[in-house]
């Protein structure tokens, strides 16, 4: 075999850093970074990832559908494909969208490679450097390094057990409008959030939009989970209750079917998709051809209903038993949200316990998680956790669990000592209902912006 | 020409980093021609090695079990010579407490510390004496583990409310924390090659950074100046207290002494010593060996050579 040519060595980071864009410098890799890669090892019970559980998925459907497309569509599946994505994709499309409510002109969408890509193309569209966007606090860790990337300033506006306050959002944009700022867009996932797990509530989806409209303000509406609803009646989503003028829609297929078709799409007025299919175009040319007929025939065999049904069953129990595990293992001190659908629970532990920190204890116990200021761009969040229950059987989401309130329990423990406040089983104040009469989401103790840099270490 | 056992990744909190590290030694191990066996470490270690029947081991591994003298240990057993340190100054070096007692009776400035367990919390009452220890170092105090390699768990506390939280943190790395006087000043490290001092680096953060996990390994974060531009007179006493320091602790082969000038008095202040220092591209021993007109394929020939001239273990 043939040695690769050697490379340089002399001078490796000048030669290399006088090359870097000034955007690559905000993209750092964090000292969580260094420790997920260790949640990959085979004997971590990894709570952090966002997985869907693929191994339900039957590989006789999956055979069925390869099948048929090497006998009917080899080489078109084979082909480069247009870059707004093949009409009969788009077809199934909207025939998901309308399980939601929704009506979408296939003209109005584009097919992307996933839909990060969505995310990534919106803040190509729109964002110059310093441009704010608005997100949730917490906020889709995996939104936080594209806005980096783009350099836009990041708001985050808090949220409760009703999913964001709107009426800071307004008291917010006010202030921008004061400051000669209007945000390019807002960028929320209303449904089942992530990584917070709560939902907007009817009322504040139609305010939103209401806010919307007379701003003239553009929101990214994300909603990979809307299906995945375990109990509770479905919510209008911002697209329907907008009719696309100021609602951009991102959809995905990757936790109704599968992520790793890559395949997401984007809704969005005529002017903006535009410039959206030329910043694909320049990205990734188009969507893989391949994964789009896969989804056509799997939707032509008429059962993608059934199966996002079984997903919904899975989930709702794995939900249950991390609820359980939460009530049985975490200290009293600890809050959690209790979502209605989705793939995610957030934490939020006393003060004094940083996540970060926690993790790297966690790991020793073989089991990991995201800590919350993961989710945040303002420093915030080092108390809270991102725990998922989609990817793990019900055993090993127990295990977790226990594992995970073990090392809490310790720290909450060596504090008390500390501090010479040893603290006894507090009462766990009861779950509260919401107007929405969302089943019991507490009011999140998500941290204020006050907070921030009071701690030791904030940084 | 050798076949090189290159040890890397394993368990500790700095894998990421140990596979940069040994990825970069084995594509200069290659160019120097000689045999790479790679080993990610893990339980088949003892069998891979026994497999592999290397002339040497080059440990390119940095935190717990790598740099804390458990894999020297093994291959002391083994009969494998292998670069840096041996298991005795590896098992100091790593212990923040030990060094920083060491370098106390030896006469080398360190910042004033106390060392706690976590059992004089919990058994002993130790908390009632943190106003004591407060009162003595004045705040901001740094509150670290003893034997995390890298910045992580390193908290600073402003005020007395901010300490039992960053034991806390602290105490989420280890079994044993110290409370240290923070000195105010610049961020310098001294690479130590075969005993002799290379060219004084000095870490600059951007934005008023503290000088953390992520900027020490992120190209961009921090500047690196190489060599720091420091009086000649100042320059030459940091270089000799790194070189105590590294001889106090019986290092071998390489290490890295990290220290902080203060800019109250002027003095530099020897913070930890490094047995592993990284090696990746933007680590700060292979600036210093370049700045000297070592390249990075020389340097680990070199270590190389330290390392198989070493009276072989006894097998």
């Known amino acids: ?459 | 020409m050798s076949r090189v056992a290159v040890l890397k990744g394993g368990r500790s909190l700095e894998r990421q980093v140990s596979l940069r590290s040994g990825a970069r030694v084995e594509d200069a191990l290659a160019r120097l021609g000689h045999e790479v066996v790679s080993v990610d470490v893990g339980l088949d270690l003892i069998r891979r090695l026994r497999e592999a029947e290397p002339d040497v081991a080059f440990v390119a591994l940095h935190g717990r079990d790598g740099e804390d003298g458990t894999v020297q240990e093994l291959l002391e057993i083994l009969g494998v010579p292998y670069t840096g340190s041996g298991v005795l100054a590896c098992v100091c070096a790593m212990d923040k407490v030990l060094t920083k007692h060491l370098m106390v009776d030896a006469g080398i400035p360190t910042p004033e510390f106390f060392a706690f367990s976590e059992t004089a919390f919990r058994d002993l009452g130790a908390a009632e004496a943190l106003p004591a220890i407060e009162e003595r170092l004045s705040f901001p105090i740094v509150v670290k583990p003893s034997s995390q390699g890298s910045a992580l768990g390193v908290k600073f506390a402003a005020t007395a409310a901010d300490v039992p939280a960053a034991l806390v943190s602290a105490f989420s790395y280890d079994s044993k924390v110290l409370l240290e006087r923070h000195v105010a000043g610049r961020e310098l490290a001294v690479s130590v090659l075969d005993g002799e001092p290379l060219p004084v680096v000095e870490a600059v953060p951007r934005d008023d950074h503290f000088y953390d996990f992520e900027s020490r390994y992120d190209i961009g974060a921090t500047d690196f100046v190489c060599p720091a531009q420091l009086p000649v007179g100042v320059a030459e006493s940091v270089r000799e207290i790194a070189v105590s320091t590294y001889r106090l602790l019986g290092l071998a082969g390489f290490g890295r002494v990290d220290l902080m000038l203060d800019s109250a008095d002027g003095e530099p202040y020897v913070l930890e010593a490094n047995p592993i220092p990284g090696l990746t591209d933007t680590s700060l021993l292979p600036q210093a060996a370049d700045a000297a007109g070592i390249g990075f394929d020389s340097l680990v020939e070199r270590l190389l050579e330290l390392a198989e001239a070493r009276p072989a273990p006894a097998n």
């Open chain 1, 1 to 459: 075999m043939a040695k690769p040519p050697p490379r340089s060595t002399s001078r490796d980071l000048a030669r290399y850093a006088g090359l870097f864009a000034s955007r690559t410098r905000v993209m750092t890799s964090s000292a969580m970074r260094d420790l997920m890669a260790i949640t990959a090892r085979p004997e971590v019970i990894s709570l952090a990832g966002g997985l869907p559980d693929t191994s339900s998925f039957p590989p006789e459907t999956f055979a069925a559908v390869t099948n048929r497309i090497a006998a009917e569509s080899c080489a078109r599946a084979l082909q480069y494909g247009p870059t707004e994505g093949l009409e009969e994709t788009k077809a199934c499309i909207a025939e998901v969208m309308a399980a939601e409510g929704m009506r979408a002109d296939p003209e109005d969408v584009v097919i992307t490679t996933g839909g990060q890509q969505v995310i990534d193309l919106v803040c190509k569209t729109l964002i110059d450097p310093g441009d704010v966007i608005i997100a949730e606090a917490p906020t889709y860790p995996g939104a936080v390094p594209t806005f980096s990337s783009y350099q836009a300033e990041v708001v985050q506006i808090d949220m409760d057990g009703e999913g964001m306050r709107v009426d800071l959002l307004e008291e917010t944009l006010d202030r921008l409008d004061g400051e000669g700022r209007r945000p390019k867009f807002v960028y929320t996932v209303p449904s089942f959030q992530n990584p917070a797990g709560v939902t907007l509530s009817g009322a504040r989806r139609r305010r939103l939009v209401e806010v919307a409209r007379e701003r003239e303000l553009l929101i990214l509406e994300d909603n990979p989970y809307g299906l995945l609803r375990y109990e509770g009646e479905p919510l209008p989503t911002l697209y329907s209750l907008d009719g696309g003028v100021y609602v951009m829609y991102l959809g995905t297929f990757s936790k109704i079917l599968s992520p790793g078709i890559r395949l997401g799409w984007v809704v969005a007025p005529p002017p903006v998709l535009e410039k959206i299919k030329v910043g694909k175009q320049a990205a990734d040319l188009c969507t893989s051809t391949l994964s789009q007929l896969m989804v056509q025939a799997y939707f032509e065999q008429g059962h993608w209903g059934d199966y996002v049904d079984s997903l919904t069953e899975l989930y709702r129990r794995r939900r249950d038993t991390m609820l359980d595990a939460l009530a049985e293992h975490f200290p009293p001190q600890a809050e959690w949200t209790r979502p209605a659908g989705g793939l995610f629970i957030w934490a939020t532990l006393p003060d004094f316990i940083d996540t970060t920190d926690l993790l790297a204890r966690a790991l020793r116990e073989n089991v990991a998680f995201v800590p919350g200021s993961a989710a945040y761009l303002d420093g915030r969040g080092h108390s809270s956790m991102r725990l998922n229950f989609s990817g793990s059987n019900e055993d090993d989401i127990r295990e977790g669990i226990r594992r995970v309130g073990k090392v809490i329990e310790e720290q909450v423990a060596l504090f008390g000592t500390l501090t010479g406040t040893a603290q006894g089983p507090a009462q766990r104040p009861e779950a509260e209902a919401t107007a929405d009469g969302e089943s019991g989401a507490r009011v999140l103790p998500m941290p204020r912006r006050g907070d921030a840099g009071r701690r030791a270490g904030g940084q």
